[in-house]
């Protein structure tokens, strides 16, 4: 789970409301974003690096390795950042591996809906 800084209040009220459903996951995020999680809503999830210091590519890294079965990346598309190729790259991978990815609070209401997410939940989002 990874989210700007712009769009955190929105991920922290998705996850709010979705708080059953995200704790049986096993939820891995950048640093700043899985803090929030933790503290702000309580669930249980392992930090990586923040996004500007490599979170994004560790995230990738992972779902090349298998281990991650969507991603949750609520971008701030009028904003610009300094380490967009890192985020092109998540990007880019979650396409090549086929792996679900959600850029919005809509398209993430979708993925945490769908079967496929509840079939595999107990893997890393």
Known sequence: M???DGKKADLL????FNRGS???CHLVATRST???????VGLQVECL???PLGGDVQIAARVVEGEVDA???IVDPLDSHP????????LRICNVRDVPLATNI??????????MLREQVGQAV
């Open 22 to 24: 995200l704790e049986r």
């Open 49 to 51: 690096e923040s996004g």
């Open 83 to 90: 380490h967009d190729p890192d985020i092109r790259t998540l």
């Open 13 to 16: 009220a998705f996850a709010t």
């Open 34 to 40: 899985g803090e929030l999680l933790r503290h702000r």
């Open 2 to 4: 990874i989210a700007h």
């Open 106 to 115: 809509a398209s993430a209401d979708m993925l945490i809906s769908s079967p």
């Open 71 to 73: 991603v949750i990346f």
